[in-house]
């Protein structure tokens, strides 16, 4: 009953997040596309509290990483924690939800570093605005 399973840790992540990405707020239901259990520190191990449930753009742009250099001053610093730090005082929408602006260095280095602002994403992201389906919570 107690016993460790992946599919259930699976299933936590993606209820904990409800289905969207904890970087980029890209949820499942408007891609259609199976979303990953990222390892927030990779040497961190299956521990929830190090899981986040990530799209495929920002687990694969991500890959081994944990910090990156804030491009507005260059200096190297941790990306986003998704359990350990709140979204709203790293990140916000702007130009009505299809491009992310970083509030922090921490939010600016998460958004180059995993290129949340890509062409391709953002040509969805104008489709889920026109559809009221983006950004969530509002
Ligand atoms: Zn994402």
């Not at 107690?2 to 904990?16: D, F, I, P, Q």
Request: net charge negative; hydrophobic share 35%.
């Amino acid at each position: 009953m107690s016993e460790w399973s992946w599919s259930a840790t699976r299933r936590l992540v993606h209820e904990r997040a409800q289905g969207c990405c904890e970087y980029c707020q890209t949820c499942e239901a408007n891609t259609g596309q199976v979303m990953h259990v990222e390892h927030i520190d990779p040497s961190g191990g299956d521990d929830p509290e190090n899981l986040c449930l990530s799209c495929a753009n920002c687990n694969l742009s991500k890959a081994a990483a944990i910090s990156a250099s804030d491009p507005e001053t260059g200096e190297m610093g941790p990306l986003f924690h998704p359990r350990q730090q709140v979204w709203s005082a790293h990140f916000q929408w702007v130009d009505r939800g299809l491009y992310l602006a970083g509030l922090t260095a921490v939010g600016r280095a998460t958004i180059q570093r995993l290129q949340m602002n890509q062409e391709r994403v953002v040509i969805a992201r104008r489709r889920w605005v026109a559809g009221g389906f983006h950004p969530p919570g509002l």
